[in-house]
């Protein structure tokens, strides 16, 4: 990560756990993060991403670029964190860079959140290394978002294979049903 200037982000933390939040936020100053902002839980992650669209002055922040969120929290969870952001009328930032944070990693769980329009996922026990690639993953490989009737999200094709004959899913501005959305 020492190849990029991260001083200039300001990611969102949200978190329960106060030892766990204060891993995340000391290993993204470590790489290099200018502004970690905690919270404890989905509802007050929200509340200050209307305070930002509303009044930025008064949130002390004019944007967030990237979100790192625990799933399982209470009263407001990651999932549902993720669906206002996507989803919500008042979001200020439907393409902003959406990383889940989760100690469960069976396939239903990872499908469900890909579903949601997550961007990245981050295991638990995580290492900062794995925090290091994640952001870079965002930096180096960002993925066009794609609305259909049922999904809003980062596009959920990432494997680029060669195939020896031609394209038949290629999406396109006339697909039907599909709209392309560049962020």
Do not use: C
Not at 12 to 23: A, K
Not at 109 to 115: E, T
């Amino acid at each position: 990560m020492e190849d990029y200037d991260l001083e200039r982000l300001t990611v969102l933390v949200v978190e329960d756990s106060l030892f766990i939040r204060s891993l995340i936020v000391s290993s993204l100053k470590l790489l290099g993060v200018g502004q970690v902002i905690p919270k404890e839980h989905g509802g007050e992650a929200i509340e200050l991403l209307k305070l930002i669209s509303i009044d930025p002055m008064l949130a002390g922040v004019q944007n967030i670029d990237v979100v790192f969120s625990n799933w399982e929290m209470r009263p407001v969870d990651g999932m549902m964190l993720l669906r206002w952001i996507r989803r919500h009328k008042e979001s200020p930032d439907r393409f902003v860079p959406f990383v889940m944070m989760t100690a469960y990693s069976d396939k239903d769980r990872v499908a469900k959140a890909r579903d949601m329009g997550v961007t990245e996922f981050v295991y638990k026990p995580f290492t900062v290394k794995a925090l290091a690639e994640r952001m870079q993953a965002i930096i180096e490989r960002p993925r066009q978002f794609v609305h259909t009737r049922t999904y809003f999200g980062p596009d959920r094709r990432r494997q680029q294979l060669f195939f020896d004959y031609e394209e038949r899913r290629e999406l396109t501005d006339k697909s039907p049903g599909v709209e392309i959305i560049y962020g």
